[in-house]
């Protein structure tokens, strides 16, 4: 057989035990007669490692605080008209620069091995944010900018597996009877329920997630999640769509359902309708032609 080519972000979530159990397997019975690719795992490893001693956390609580006190200190002088003069000195040490300064000149395999940084800056700010007296000053601080993490942004995924790779998959993206799918979902905030459902041209509804329509609708957030179990496309005609539903509240799988059987009654009704219509839920969807 011939050995598959895994990407270095694919040996990252192996060994944060993200992949689906199907190809946590293969990656593991492959690095025993691989040294090639036991060696790139290796390598990821001891990086990883390196990065979360490099940024401990005790110690990058400290910057932060030295960091956003000093930013404190230059809000109330230029409040009160103070010069800047006297804290020309004190710039080299800001809050942005010492985050600047901390990355600067990283080789790009901090890309793949940022998981275990970030494990190390969110401690450093969950120890940060327990310091007495951070906040004596006027600094605004948004309870929406707590716990989403930049750049991350609720959604739906598709992957696409082939016989060497994974390739993630565009809305309207060509896709054809027996190609294997991987579904992935982001939910963030308060939006800690979801559920996953596609709809094809012969107006059919698969549900993905739960597993049954009574199932616990109860989701994680702020990481993405593949599903275990994987999706063949069968020979149904014209379109498949995925559709994610996450709210901040528990989810009627079984209305959603319904709901999306009457859609799918209408190819226009079913690529343009919405499922819901409740301010405390959000709708995604990815559609795939065929």
Same mark, same amino acid.
């Given at each position: 057989m011939k050995p598959y080519k895994f990407t270095d972000f694919q040996l990252e979530q192996f060994l944060l035990n993200e992949l689906p !159990? &199907? *190809? *946590?397997?293969?990656?593991? *019975?492959?690095?025993?007669?691989? =040294?090639? +690719?036991?060696?790139?795992v290796d390598e990821l490893k001891n990086s990883s490692s390196d990065i979360l001693e490099k940024y401990r956390a005790d110690l990058m609580a400290v910057k932060i605080r030295s960091g956003l006190m000093l930013e404190n200190e230059k809000i109330h002088a230029s409040a009160s008209g103070t010069s800047q003069n006297n804290l020309a000195a004190k710039d080299n040490n800001s809050f942005m620069k010492i985050f600047s300064d901390y990355f600067k000149g990283r080789s790009p395999k901090l890309i793949y091995s940022i998981s275990a940084a970030s494990v190390s800056v969110m401690a450093a700010f969950v120890i940060f944010f327990n310091l007495p007296g951070i906040f004596t000053g006027n600094i605004p601080v948004k309870n929406d900018d707590v716990t989403r993490i930049k750049g991350m942004e609720p959604g739906i995924s598709i992957h696409r597996k082939t016989a060497s790779s994974i390739e993630e998959l565009k809305d309207m993206t060509k896709a054809s009877q027996g190609d294997l799918l991987q579904i992935g979902y982001i939910s963030t905030g308060d939006y800690k329920?979801?559920?996953?459902? =596609?709809?094809?041209?012969?107006? =059919?509804?698969?549900?993905?997630? #739960? &597993?049954? &329509?009574?199932?616990?609708? +109860?989701?994680? /957030?702020?990481?993405? /999640? *593949? +599903?275990?179990?994987?999706?063949?496309?069968? !020979?149904? #005609? !014209?379109?498949?769509?995925?559709?994610?539903?996450?709210?901040?509240k528990p989810i009627d799988v079984k209305s959603i359902i319904d709901k999306a059987k009457i859609l799918a009654q209408s190819r226009e009704s079913a690529l343009n309708g919405q499922l819901t219509a409740d301010g405390s839920s959000l709708e995604f969807s990815l559609t795939l032609k065929k």
């Open positions: !159990d &199907e *190809m *946590m397997e293969n990656i593991r *019975m492959q690095i025993h007669t691989d =040294s090639e +690719l036991k060696s790139r329920y979801g559920t996953i459902l =596609s709809t094809d041209g012969r107006g =059919s509804v698969t549900l993905h997630f #739960p &597993e049954s &329509e009574s199932g616990e609708t +109860l989701i994680k /957030v702020n990481r993405k /999640v *593949m +599903l275990k179990r994987a999706y063949e496309l069968d !020979d149904s #005609p !014209d379109y498949e769509k995925f559709i994610l539903i996450i709210s901040k």
